[in-house]
């Protein structure tokens, strides 16, 4: 199935809840989400953690499977958070003595301290794309986070530029893409929450280090952004102060949040040319699981902002804090809700 056929597909963002008998989800959620290695969350011993990570991945594809999900991801069941994984495994990374810098809630959190020239040595991420490729005839997507936002997540103590650390990133993140398109992604999002975060830096530079992360790029890219984990993040603003300028983002699709900040999609407008994944699912800790009026509610909104062809369906960010079965049942009532309104088309 192309990641670009049919009308409002459904999809989600990255992340799905790990099993708590993988992860101590209370040490996990008690805590800023890790830039550095976090091994201690694990549950599984490290000889077994591999095969563990393989079975509630499968788990994780079989629910968004169940759930009736169109365009699905691995959940980022190996992953300690959305962006340490990719960024602790490149060259120039010091992980062992972390730096630090102030995250978007505005404490101090430890991160990798850049001290030599980065470098991908490796393929990160390709493995698991490719262990997804083999365990789904759904569409998949991979997801990697952006170069801005990793210039955002470490202490620079080589290049002394952001810029110049960003573009560094960018090319290791570009060298990675390119891999994941050959092994089997339909789609591949670079995740870029700092740049509502961070947005006068973003105006600086944030476009050419996407574009040259994206450079090349052999099939359907996306680029997501937000307010961060509702989990996380309480002091939300209700709008994205950098957004069009994601017109000239080398992107095919743009995932937004906007159920929860009830955000005015009127600014899809400003972006025009681009296919958009629009959040309809609220993931604050105390959302009920919605009624499928609810979402269709939604979905209706964003129609009026963006025609059907243009439109994709999906919760407004990763989904890792909430509880499992939670988490399924709004994926149900999304994929339901796409359906009730792709019959009125």
């Known amino acids: 199935m192309s990641s670009d056929s049919g009308l409002l597909l459904t999809t989600v963002v990255g992340s799905y809840p790990q099993p708590e008998w993988l992860v101590d989800r209370q040490a996990l959620g008690g805590r800023l989400p890790p830039r550095t290695r976090a091994p201690e969350l694990w549950r599984v011993a490290p000889e077994f953690l591999a095969q563990a990570q393989d079975d509630a991945t499968l788990l994780a594809v079989r629910d968004m499977e169940r759930a009736g999900i169109d365009v699905v991801t691995d959940g980022e069941i190996r992953r300690e958070s959305y962006s340490n994984h990719f960024a602790t495994a490149l060259e120039g990374m010091d992980v062992e003595n972390p730096g630090t810098a102030i995250d978007r809630t505005g404490h101090p959190n430890p991160v990798p301290r850049v001290v030599g020239p980065i470098r991908r040595a490796r393929p990160v991420l390709v493995g698991d794309v490719a262990f997804l490729r083999a365990n789904t005839d759904?569409?998949?997507?991979?997801?990697?986070?952006?170069?801005?936002?990793?210039?955002?997540?470490?202490?620079?103590?080589?290049?002394?530029?952001?810029?110049?650390?960003?573009?560094?990133?960018?090319?290791?993140?570009?060298?990675?893409?390119?891999?994941?398109?050959?092994?089997?992604?339909?789609?591949v999002q670079l995740d870029e929450p700092y740049l509502q975060a961070r947005a006068e830096k973003a105006r600086r530079f944030a476009i050419g280090v996407i574009n040259r992360a994206l450079e090349g790029a052999a099939g359907t890219t996306a680029l997501h952004t937000c307010f961060g984990y509702a989990h996380v993040v309480h002091s939300r603003p209700q709008g994205y102060p950098y957004f069009a300028e994601l017109a000239a983002a080398a992107v095919d699709q743009i995932s937004l949040e906007s159920a929860q900040q009830k955000v005015d999609l009127s600014i899809l407008g400003s972006v025009p040319g681009k296919r958009f994944q629009v959040g309809v699912i609220d993931l604050a800790d105390q959302s009920p699981v919605e009624d499928v009026e609810t979402v269709v509610s939604?979905?209706?909104?964003?129609?009026?902002?963006?025609?059907?062809?243009?439109?994709?369906?999906?919760?407004?960010?990763?989904?890792?804090?909430?509880?499992?079965?939670?988490?399924?049942?709004?994926?149900?009532?999304?994929?339901?809700?796409?359906?009730?309104?792709?019959?009125?088309?």
Not at 145 to 172: K, N, V
Not at 301 to 322: I, N, Q, S
């Open 138 to 187: 759904r569409a998949i997507k991979a997801t990697i986070p952006g170069p801005f936002t990793m210039s955002q997540q470490a202490q620079d103590d080589h290049y002394g530029d952001e810029e110049a650390l960003a573009m560094a990133l960018a090319e290791a993140v570009n060298a990675e893409v390119r891999d994941l398109f050959d092994a089997g992604a339909d789609v």
């Open 298 to 345: 939604r979905i209706r909104g964003a129609l009026r902002h963006v025609p059907p062809e243009r439109l994709l369906l999906a919760p407004d960010c990763g989904m890792k804090y909430l509880p499992r079965q939670k988490a399924f049942d709004k994926l149900r009532v999304l994929a339901q809700a796409a359906a009730v309104v792709r019959a009125e088309l």
